[in-house]
C-alpha cells in the first residue's frame, strides 16, 4: 500500500540466547520463563555463567508471517486494482497483519515503565530509526523520482515510518494503560472518537496512531494463555471456513466498500460518508480483525522453524523493503502488462516474500544495525542505579577465591 503499513503449546522450543530485536518490540521471551529471567543473578561464579533470555518461537513466527504480509500486500499494491480477485485478498490481509503485528507489540510492552535504560531503548531502538529513516525515504525520492521538490519533515510520517511514530507514542502511554481500571473500552473509546475529529490533520500521523491504539491496549492486557486458547488444533479447524467466508465477503465487498476503511489514517468525513459511520467502523473492524487475528494465531507454527530467527530482524524487513517497492513504483517496474495477470501477480508474491525475507537475514542486520539499533552510549549519562549494580558485582568477584 503506498502510504500505508501497510507486526505455547507442548511442543514450543525456544531459541539460543540472542539479542533483543530492534522493531521496538521486547525480545519474545517465553512468557513461562519471564520469572526466572527476572530473578537476581545468582552472586559469585554463578553471576558469570547466568544463561542468556531464551525467545519463544511462536512470536518470533508470528512477527516473520505478519512481516512478509506487509510485504506482499505493499506489492499488490500497484496491481490490485486490475483484479477483484486480489483486491479482495488484499482486503482481507489488511484486516488483519497489522492489528496482530501491534497485538504482540502490546503483549510484550507490558513491563514498560519509565526506567532509564528501557527509555533508552525506546529512544535507540524506536525514536532514532524514526528519524534516520523519515530522513531517507524523502531523500530516496528526491534521488530516484528526480523530486527535488520532495521535503523532509520529522512530523509528518512517510510511508512506513508511521508506525515507529506509533510505536512511541503508545509505549510512551503504557503505564497509563496500567492503571486505567477498563482500559480497552477507554482505548475504543478514543479510536471512535479519532473517526469523527478530521480536524486533527496528518501531524504525527495521529489518526492512525489513536485508530490503531485499541489493539495495542488489547495486547498489554493479554496474558500467555490468551494465546494459548486459539493455538489449538479445534481453532485451526474452525478458522478454515472463517477465513474462506472473509475472502468471500472481501470479494464482494471491492465494489461496495471504501479501501480507506483498513488504512486507519482518515475520519469518516474524510471517506465521504455521515460522522457517525466512523464510530461503528471502528467497532466492525475491530470485532473483523480479532476474529481473524485469532485465526492467523492458530496456524503460526509454536515450535522452531527455518524462518523462527529471522522474527528478530523484522524491523530491518519492515523499513528496507519500502525503497524497494517505491523504486518499484518510480521506476515504472510494475507496469508491464504480464505482471497484471494471474501468473504475473503470483511471481510478484514470490519476490516481495523471498526479498522481505532476505531483509530479515543477519547480514543485512549486521551492515544496518548502526541505524536500527544504534548504542549512543555517548548520547545518555550512566545511570546511577546501574553504576551502583556494577561496583555491587565487582566487589563480589573480588571476594571470590581464586
Known amino acids: 500500500m503506498t502510504n500505508s503499513l501497510r507486526p505455547h503449546g507442548h511442543n514450543r522450543a525456544p531459541l539460543p540466547p540472542a539479542q533483543s530485536s530492534a522493531d521496538g518490540v521486547p525480545s519474545p521471551r517465553s512468557p513461562q520463563k519471564e520469572n526466572q529471567q527476572n530473578r537476581p543473578a545468582s552472586t559469585g561464579a554463578a553471576a558469570d555463567t547466568k544463561p542468556g533470555k531464551q525467545r519463544d518461537a511462536f512470536f518470533d513466527n508470528a512477527k516473520y508471517l505478519a512481516i512478509v504480509l506487509v510485504a506482499i500486500g505493499h506489492a499488490w499494491e500497484p496491481l490490485k486494482g486490475d483484479s477483484r480477485i486480489l483486491e479482495g485478498v488484499y482486503t482481507v490481509v489488511y484486516t488483519f ?72 507514542i503508545w509505549r510512551m502511554t503504557t503505564p497509563i494503560w496500567k492503571m486505567v481500571r477498563w482500559p480497552l473500552p477507554v482505548a475504543l473509546g478514543i479510536a471512535m472518537l479519532a473517526t469523527v475529529t478530521p480536524e486533527i490533520g496528518n501531524d504525527l500521523d495521529l489518526q492512525r496512531v489513536l485508530q490503531f491504539l485499541p489493539y495495542f491496549v488489547l495486547g498489554l492486557c493479554m496474558k500467555p494463555e490468551h494465546f494459548r486458547m486459539v493455538r489449538t488444533r479445534r481453532m485451526r479447524i474452525l478458522s478454515v471456513p472463517v477465513v474462506a467466508l472473509a475472502l468471500a465477503v472481501g470479494w464482494w465487498a471491492v465494489p461496495r466498500m471504501n479501501t480507506g476503511w483498513f488504512y486507519h489514517r482518515d475520519s469518516a468525513q474524510e471517506l465521504g460518508v455521515p460522522w457517525w459511520v466512523g464510530p461503528v467502523m471502528v467497532l466492525a473492524m475491530f470485532g473483523c480483525s480479532l476474529l481473524l487475528t485469532a485465526c492467523f494465531f492458530a496456524w503460526v507454527p509454536g515450535r522452531t522453524m527455518w524462518f523462527t530467527a529471522l522474527g528478530a530482524g523484522t524491523l530491518y524487513g519492515y523499513l528496507l523493503h519500502g525503497f524497494v517497492v517505491k523504486a518499484g513504483d518510480y521506476r515504472g517496474w510494475f507496469e508491464h502488462d504480464w505482471l497484471h495477470r494471474p501468473l504475473g501477480e503470483i511471481f510478484v508474491t514470490v519476490v516481495a516474500a523471498v526479498g522481505v525475507t532476505l531483509l530479515c537475514t543477519t547480514p543485512v542486520q549486521r551492515v544496518f544495525r548502526f541505524a536500527m539499533e544504534p548504542k549512543m552510549e555517548w548520547a545518555f549519562k550512566r545511570d546511577a542505579a546501574e553504576l551502583a549494580r556494577e561496583r555491587e558485582k565487582s566487589e563480589k568477584r573480588e571476594k571470590v577465591p581464586a
Open 97 to 168: 497483519h497489522m492489528p496482530a503485528f501491534i497485538i504482540i507489540s502490546g503483549f510484550f510492552s507490558r513491563s514498560f515503565d519509565m526506567r532509564p535504560d528501557r527509555l533508552k531503548r525506546l529512544i535507540t531502538g524506536v525514536a532514532v530509526p524514526y528519524i534516520v529513516f523519515e530522513t531517507a525515504y524523502p531523500l530516496f525520492k528526491r534521488w530516484i523520482d528526480d523530486d527535488p521538490g520532495q521535503e523532509v519533515s520529522l512530523l509528518d510520517p512517510w510511508y512506513l515510518t508511521w508506525f515507529l511514530c506509533a510505536l512511541f
